[in-house]
């Protein structure tokens, strides 16, 4: 540096911070060899607090407003007094300026899913991610714990720390909660207070920072599980599987016959669909039209008989006994109820064997 400049560093008496980036957390004021001009002029504008450090040691902290520094208000000497040691001042200081207005649009996330344990669906992952703004509140203690001897303190600087203390305070806030995953919608923002609350309390004495807003955005599930999710939903949407399958069939059918350039294939497919739905149709047919067996009096099993090819019945032991009495049914008529395995003859099925041991035997002969 020649000598006018270091010339023009002593006579200028202002001492202030313009900043246009909006994230900058301290800055430190450049004077030639640190010197300050006795009777300069400190402007601090609001959202800024200017810190003296002098020999290493935090000399005074000044808010916004308009400070004249002399002597007397500062452990320093002015430079003019060291014109005989050619600017050689033995009395030297350092300004910094602390931002003090909420540094916004800060961003975390968790890089690794956290392990809960839900009530709904057992053992899961969830992944989180929000916004946050931090504040600086005690400049003595953000200049010694982070700041150092920097000459600017960029917000990028502390933001993966904080990441980290705001990862840490989210799983143990949603590991204490027990709320479900499906629920956690609905608490976002109590959730958030909690984890900016347990924030707040390990970096405001330690750092002198504060987070005045945190949010949560979006909590989610792993894409497999969140994709079981959609079809267990869309199957309860859809209600009755078989009016949907006759829904879709009957749609492609339509989509089928307004298509003239299908040619045969479409004919075909239109085809295979019309029987497909025809079977459909007809089971549902069958199903409404077919009996249903009557109610079993005093809960006694019911038998269906088998005689030449056709079905018999239901009959209870009752009335199976009768027709047995009047040479219908013999002991080997083939006979079922529900719980057998196969048809079985009559002689060998209790209680239908007793039916045939009650038959008279033939008449005696003259």
């Known amino acids: 540096m020649?000598?006018?400049?270091?010339?023009?560093?002593e006579l200028i008496d202002i001492i202030e911070w313009v900043d246009h980036t909006r994230d900058t957390l301290v800055w430190r004021f450049p004077r030639y060899r640190n010197e300050i001009k006795n009777g300069a002029q400190l402007i601090v504008r609001p959202g800024q607090m200017a810190v003296f450090v002098h020999r290493g040691q935090l000399a005074d902290v000044f808010e916004p407003g308009a400070y004249l520094v002399s002597t007397q208000n500062l452990p320093i000497l002015s430079t003019l007094q060291g014109w005989k040691h050619g600017f050689e001042s033995p009395f030297?200081?350092?300004?910094?300026?602390?931002?003090?207005?909420?540094?916004?649009?800060?961003?975390?996330?968790?890089?690794?899913?956290i392990m809960l344990r839900d009530p709904d669906f057992g053992p899961i992952r969830l992944r989180a991610f929000g916004t946050y703004t931090i504040k600086a509140t005690d400049p003595g203690a953000l200049l010694k714990e982070l700041v150092g001897t920097d000459a600017s303190f960029e917000a990028d600087e502390i933001t993966e720390l904080l990441r980290s203390i705001i990862n840490s305070c989210l799983a143990d806030v949603l590991g204490k909660s027990q709320i479900a995953a499906l629920d956690l919608a609905a608490n976002y923002q109590s959730l958030a207070e909690e984890v900016r609350t347990a924030t707040v309390q390990r970096v405001d004495d330690e750092y002198g920072l504060d987070i005045p807003q945190l949010y949560i955005v979006n909590i989610s599930l792993p894409a497999e599980?969140?994709?079981?999710?959609?079809?267990?939903?869309?199957?309860?949407?859809?209600?009755?599987?078989?009016?949907?399958?006759?829904?879709?069939?009957?749609?492609?059918?339509?989509?089928?016959?307004?298509?003239?350039a299908g040619g045969g294939a479409s004919e075909g497919m239109g085809l295979g669909m019309g029987f497909a739905m025809a079977n459909q149709m007809m089971h549902g047919m069958q199903n409404a039209g077919s009996p249903s067996p009557p109610p079993v009096p005093g809960g006694q099993p019911v038998w269906h008989v088998a005689i030449d090819g056709l079905t018999q019945g239901p009959l209870n032991a009752q009335q199976f006994g009768a027709a047995a009495a009047q040479g219908k049914f013999t002991p080997t008529t083939l006979v079922w109820t529900a719980g057998m395995q196969d048809w079985a003859p009559a002689g060998q099925v209790q209680p239908l064997a007793a039916s045939f041991s009650m038959t008279p035997p033939p008449p005696p002969k003259s």
């Open 225 to 260: 599980v969140e994709k079981a999710l959609d079809t267990r939903t869309s199957m309860g949407v859809i209600g009755d599987m078989n009016r949907f399958q006759q829904y879709q069939m009957g749609t492609a059918m339509t989509a089928a016959a307004n298509n003239p």
């Open 2 to 9: 020649g000598l006018l400049d270091m010339l023009r560093g």
């Open 92 to 113: 030297k200081s350092e300004v910094y300026f602390v931002n003090t207005t909420q540094v916004t649009d800060l961003k975390w996330g968790t890089p690794n899913p």
